[in-house]
């Protein structure tokens, strides 16, 4: 299994500011992935990160917006742009691992935006 | 493409009673099928997987759950609910040779003592 954890565990910040979530990786890990989760929706895949490539996002999510770093194998960073309240949701970095290549999931950062 | 569709946003049941979550999936190959939990202020813990085979998978704390492929249904099962199952439950799918998975809305389970 690959434990992740996340730092901040949540956050509030003012409208047009950036903040940045760090991931961490118990053991290196190929990919990493992003996630944001609004109040009881479901989980919506924001980008793939690799190593020392750039990430790819999924539709509706941007680079300029959602720039996302990943130096090494164990570690990335999601920087949230001039956030406004509509980025105030729960923001979860996953990875696969394991024999069967499950995915895990780190604790999550919420994030306030006033 | 692929989507998840779980039509409960809410279940509630009483203690010892049992549980269906329900859930159906598109996908046009073969999937890799899976059910997490997540309790309040948490991530999400994996419940149980299904890649193939026996198409009745067990997994942790007593759930279960039945790959039709006929039905494109993933139902998640336990025969006697704990106060502590109370928690939502995501049903997600994975493309075989794609890393990036699609879950469903959640069902957002009570149980009452």
């Known amino acids: 299994s690959v434990l992740l954890y996340q730092k901040p565990n949540r956050d509030i910040c003012q409208s047009g500011t950036s903040l940045k979530i760090q991931c961490v990786a118990d053991?290196?890990?190929?990919?990493m992935f992003w996630y944001q989760q609004f109040q009881e929706q479901s989980l919506m895949l924001m980008a793939t990160a690799n190593e020392g490539s750039e990430a790819t996002y999924e539709s509706g999510f941007t680079k300029d917006k959602f720039p996302i770093s990943r130096p090494n194998l164990t570690f990335s960073t999601l920087t949230v742009n001039n956030a406004r309240p509509g980025d105030s949701s729960i923001y979860f970095c996953?990875?696969?691992?394991?024999?069967?290549?499950?995915?895990?999931f780190g604790p999550g950062t919420r994030l306030t935006v006033l | 493409a692929q989507s998840v569709t779980q039509p409960d946003a809410r279940v509630t049941v009483s203690e010892g009673a049992s549980l269906q979550l329900r859930c159906k999936y598109s996908y046009s190959g073969t999937p890799y099928l899976f059910w997490y939990v997540q309790y309040p202020r948490q991530g999400l813990q994996l419940l149980l997987k299904?890649?193939?085979?026996?198409?009745v998978v067990q997994g942790v704390n007593g759930f279960e759950a039945e790959f039709i492929k006929s039905n494109s249904s993933f139902h998640l099962r336990k025969a006697s609910v704990h106060w502590s199952d109370s928690a939502v439950y995501f049903c997600a799918v994975r493309n075989t040779g794609y890393q990036n998975f699609y879950f469903g809305k959640g069902t957002s389970l009570t149980v009452i003592p």
């Open positions: 053991s290196q890990v190929v990919s």
């Open positions: 299904y890649y193939s085979g026996d198409p």
């Open positions: 996953s990875s696969l691992g394991g024999a069967d290549a499950e995915q895990f």
